[in-house]
């Protein structure tokens, strides 16, 4: 019994953390080429942070003026929004704009807002723009936050 016990709260904990795939949604070209885009901890705990962490190929460095915008979207209609100056979120990761391209992984970490809906499944994008206008990355996914 307690074997089956174990088991049965190793698999919880597996889905608990479970990551969520995302594609990319840039509809041109990018200065990343992401690999990897990942979030945790997964679900997303509202009024908790969340990191996301991008591995790939910068082509060009990320300067001053970059920023971060976070949207969800159910049954079409926005619910969800959250822009960010994406320099200060690296900068507080220890990485200072600007961001060379020999940096080939990096984590922003933001709130989710208190006023993100609880138990239903958001399409969420996170499209980050470099301080020169270019998308840096479009990223999506089906997600779903709660009360943790």
């Known amino acids: 019994m307690?074997?089956?016990?174990?088991?049965?709260?190793l698999f919880?904990?597996?889905?608990?953390?479970?990551?969520?795939?995302?594609?990319?949604?840039?509809?041109?070209?990018?200065?990343?080429?992401?690999?990897?885009?990942s979030i945790?901890?997964?679900p997303l705990c509202i009024n908790q942070n969340v990191?996301?962490?991008g591995t790939g190929t910068l082509s060009t460095p990320v300067v001053a003026g970059a920023k971060l915008a976070i949207t969800g979207r159910y049954?079409?209609?926005?619910?969800y929004t959250d822009n960010q100056d994406l320099c200060a979120l690296m900068a507080a990761q220890g990485h200072p704009c600007p961001i060379p391209t020999t940096l080939t992984s990096i984590t922003a970490c933001v709130l989710v807002k208190s006023t993100a809906p609880a138990n239903v499944p958001v399409?969420?994008?996170?499209?980050?723009?470099?301080?020169?206008?270019?998308?840096?990355?479009c990223q999506s996914a089906t997600v779903t936050a709660k009360t943790c």
């Open 75 to 79: 049954g079409g209609r926005v619910v």
């Open 51 to 53: 990191c996301a962490t």
């Open 12 to 37: 919880v904990a597996a889905v608990a953390n479970a990551q969520v795939p995302f594609t990319n949604c840039a509809t041109g070209a990018t200065d990343i080429a992401i690999t990897t885009f």
């Open 2 to 9: 307690k074997f089956i016990a174990a088991v049965a709260a």
């Open 123 to 137: 399409a969420l994008t996170v499209l980050a723009t470099n301080g020169n206008g270019n998308v840096l990355f």
């Open 40 to 42: 945790a901890p997964y």
